[in-house]
C-alpha cells in the first residue's frame, strides 16, 4: 500500500470505472449509469484528485498491478452531524481480491491518517442496498449515524451515513 501519485490516474480511473459497474450496475448499463462513469471516474477526474491538497489517495497493489484504492477528504463535515471533518469518499477493491483483508488495511490507514491529522474518525456514506459494503463496515466497528442521498440521473439512492467507533475530536 502507498500513497498514490499523478502517474496512477489512468489505472485509478479503471479501477473505479470496473468496481463501480461491478456494485451498481446489476441491470445492465443505461444512459444514467453511462453518463456517470464517463463523467465522474475519468481519467481527468482522478488526476484533478490526486492533485487535490484536501484529498488523500492511497493505492494497494499486488506486485505493480492495481487491486484496490482508498480516497479521502479532508474539511469535509459529516452530513449528519457528528464532529468528523474526514470523508472516506471511496474504498474499492477489485472482486478478484475481495476477502484478503486489503480494504480492512486500506481503511486502517485512513483511520490512522484522519485521527493523527483531523483528529476524528472518518465517515462515509454506503448505498443502503450494498449489504457487502454495511457487512464489512459492521464489523470494522462503524455505526449509522444518518441517511444521506445519491442522485444519479432523475433517480434518488438511499445512502447510509456511517461513522467510525473513534468518533471523538480532539
Not at 1 to 13: K, T
Not at 49 to 57: F, I, K, M
Not at 95 to 122: D, N, V, Y
Not at 137 to 161: I, M, P
Request: positive net charge.
Amino acid at each position: 500500500m502507498r500513497r498514490a501519485g499523478p502517474d496512477d490516474a489512468a489505472r485509478l480511473a479503471v479501477l473505479a470505472t470496473q468496481v463501480w459497474l461491478h456494485t451498481y450496475a446489476t441491470d445492465g448499463i443505461g444512459d444514467e449509469i453511462a453518463n456517470h462513469v464517463l463523467s465522474a471516474l475519468g481519467v481527468d477526474r482522478f488526476a484533478a484528485l490526486l492533485g487535490d491538497s484536501c484529498a488523500s489517495v492511497l493505492a494497494a497493489e499486488r506486485g505493480h498491478r492495481l487491486v484496490g484504492m482508498a480516497v479521502a477528504r479532508a474539511k469535509a463535515p459529516c452530513p449528519a452531524g457528528v464532529p468528523s471533518t474526514v470523508e472516506l469518499q471511496t474504498l474499492y477493491v477489485q472482486a478478484h481480491f475481495i476477502g484478503r483483508g486489503i480494504g480492512k488495511r486500506l481503511l486502517q490507514a485512513i483511520e490512522a491518517q484522519a485521527l493523527a491529522e483531523a483528529g476524528c474518525a472518518p465517515w462515509l456514506t454506503v448505498n443502503a442496498r450494498n449489504d457487502r459494503a454495511l457487512a464489512f463496515y459492521a464489523r470494522q466497528g462503524y455505526t449509522q449515524v444518518g441517511t444521506d442521498w445519491f442522485v444519479l440521473g432523475a433517480t434518488r439512492h438511499e445512502n447510509l451515513v456511517l461513522i467510525g467507533a473513534g468518533r471523538g475530536v480532539r
